[in-house]
């Protein structure tokens, strides 16, 4: 095995609200934007066999 990407950063951006619709009742909305990093590893692992462990980085 050899390594072929190495980078941090946050892989998905979400976002959830929760709207009021005209009946009185609540809906949860929630959106989830792949990032740069999302799009730099789904090139790097394009076709290859690969075995992926990730590590949450303490903010």
């Known amino acids: 095995m050899r390594e072929i ?6 892989f998905v951006k979400y976002e959830e609200k929760v709207i009021e619709l005209e009946n ?3 809906l949860t909305h ?20 690969v075995k992926i462990i990730a590590y949450e980085i303490e903010e």
């Open 24 to 26: 009185g009742d609540k």
């Open 5 to 10: 990407f190495n980078k941090e950063g946050v």
């Open 30 to 49: 929630r959106r989830e934007s792949p990032t740069e990093l999302w799009w730099l590893l789904k090139e790097a692992i394009k076709g290859k066999k």
